[in-house]
């Protein structure tokens, strides 16, 4: 029987906090193996963590976070290795993992033959997306856990990203087993995907690496995505969303918003007082939970166009387009 993506029957009632010690690894991982859904900190944001093999458990991560099934998820593993389990490696794969894996690179490669991987995590795809965190929590959860472990950002689907464990809990408590505590995220933005799986690489979301370093590896311009389909995660056309309305490419606030600013001048909360975009996209949806929630409209600065900014804008126009 398929597993039933709206049941909510299994979610926890109490959500454990648990420090990122030998002690919290091994609860975590054993909680995983259990079947439950943990999340779990990234250099980029919080993950929402369960056995990528396990329908049962996947079916937990749309379950808590209301996903939409067609939306598929990363496939997180220790290292390249391990990628390899799953999917067809390639000459460019190998060049790309070797210049920027352990980090915030997440790469789209068919899936090998016996990849053992659940279709709710593809969303029924034939290719897997597979990232090798650089956090070293994430790491020393996922060799304590022995295997894959889908992941999208650990939130209400469609909300703004996670960026500390306080975030987490403030929209999952009660609705996952727990979550590994190890402070905040120091990319802040998702990891940058890349589509491997025509053999041309595509980028299909822009994220935490810059496409400017990609494309000198590869020697030429990353390809756009060759369809208008959902083929990797943070697609969807609305998506980090504030409750609020956002309105973009602001100059100043109006009527009852909010204003955020980047640069110097005057701003309710700034991105980046001195204008770094490392620095903005360390600091976007920490600053947009807490305009979120002041219960008022958001308005934002602009961003410049190029290199961090590509990441940091995609998010805010996500984050701005009219809900489905």
Known sequence: MAPNLSDVSQISAVTE??????HGLARAAQLLRDGACVAFPTETVYGLGADARNGEAVAGIY????????????AHVA????AQRHVVWSDLAEKLARAFWPGPLTLVLPLAPDHGISSLTTAGLDTLAVRVP???????????FDGPLAAPSANPSGRISPTTADHVLAGLSGRIAAVLDDGPCSVGVESTIVGLAD???????????????????LGHALAQPASDDITAPGQLSSHYAPAGAVRLNAEASQGDEVFLGFGPGPCDLSLSPDGDLAQAAARLFDCLHRLDATGRPIAVAPIPDSGLGLAINDRLRRAAAPRP
Not at 199 to 217: C, D, M, Q, S
């Open 17 to 22: 906090r648990l420090a990122a010690d030998d």
């Open 63 to 74: 379950a808590a976070k209301g996903r939409p099934s067609f939306n598929p998820l990363i």
């Open 79 to 82: 290292d390249a290795a391990s």
């Open 134 to 144: 650089a956090h070293p929590a994430a790491q020393a959860l996922l060799r304590a």
């Open 199 to 217: 053999g041309v690489p595509r980028l299909l979301r822009p994220g935490g690496l810059a496409t400017e370093p990609i494309e000198a590896v």
